[in-house]
């Protein structure tokens, strides 16, 4: 493990905290390969029932390096560094399946954002199932600032989220948003001032934590199918993972809190 990702496990919940507070979070191939590692555990881990991803210090995360980018086109730019375009958008789009995993797992995903969250950063909060949202956070997509097109899914989740036409304008223009913008738009779920994020994010958290996760990981399943498939497709799925939850531990407890009129526990399985 790396100091560039740092890890706490407690009630159930993973917070995975990007550490770079000196450089807003950046990506580094470091961070990004923990993350890939710690997401890919952390959806195989029954003792795992959330997962939280957030940035040390007041950033979320600041995408990608853009130092080090600048410095790679200078040196291209001089002839000295050979530029392998294959090798490079394979290592891209290996990395950027994190994302996925993050949007996949079956249990919940919450992103809090307590700063700036921009281009790639942004992109990791997108493909959460929640965003908390500290009210003086700034997001943008920034690609267009740097000159490039984006990536980590940020195309794919955020017309998804805002419609397509908004998207579009915020990924052509890199506007800057704030924590309230962003709510209004349908980016992020809740907005807290800073000062009561943490706060308010672990108590969110910890509600997740306590549902029941394995009828969330089929919800999850429900919907994400839902922005691909037909409504008959759907029912399918729906049928098929409604008598799976049916037959679980969590199902027959809950019921029958339900007829004793008390609040039931679950174990997520």
């Not at 995975?16 to 390969?33: D, I, K, V, W, Y």
């Not at 210090?57 to 002839?79: E, L, M, P, W, Y």
């Not at 908390?132 to 490039?148: D, S």
């Amino acid at each position: 493990m790396t100091d560039h990702l740092l890890e706490d496990f407690s009630d159930g919940i993973l917070t995975l905290t990007m550490n770079r507070p000196e450089a807003r979070n950046a990506m580094s191939g470091e961070m990004m390969a923990a993350l890939d590692v710690s997401v890919r555990r952390a959806a195989l881990d029954s003792e795992i029932r959330c997962v939280v991803l957030t940035g040390a210090g007041n950033a979320f995360c600041a995408g990608g390096d853009v130092k080090g980018q600048a410095q790679a086109a200078a040196d291209r730019s001089k002839g000295s560094s050979g530029v392998n375009i294959e090798a490079r958008i394979h290592g891209l789009r290996s990395g950027m399946d994190v994302s996925r995993l993050l949007h996949e797992m079956p249990k919940p995903t919450i992103a809090v954002i307590p700063g700036p969250a921009a281009g790639a950063g942004l992109s990791l909060a997108l493909a959460c199932d929640i965003r908390l949202c500290a009210a003086e956070a700034k997001l943008t997509t920034a690609f267009a600032k740097v000159g490039a097109s984006g990536d980590y899914g940020g195309s794919w989740f955020l017309p998804r989220l805002i419609g397509a036409a908004k998207a579009r304008e915020l990924y052509f223009t890199s506007d800057v948003l704030s924590g309230n913008d962003a709510l209004a738009l349908g980016m992020v779920n809740h907005v807290w001032p800073a000062a009561e994020l943490a706060e308010r994010a672990r108590a969110f958290a910890v509600k997740l934590a306590n549902m029941p996760t394995a009828a969330i990981g089929y919800m999850k399943k429900n919907l994400n199918a839902s922005d691909e498939t037909s409504l008959s497709q759907v029912f399918d799925l729906e049928a098929e993972h409604m008598v799976r939850t049916m037959l679980t531990e969590d199902h027959a407890n809950a019921a029958k809190a339900f007829v004793e009129k008390r609040t039931p526990v679950f174990k997520g399985r």
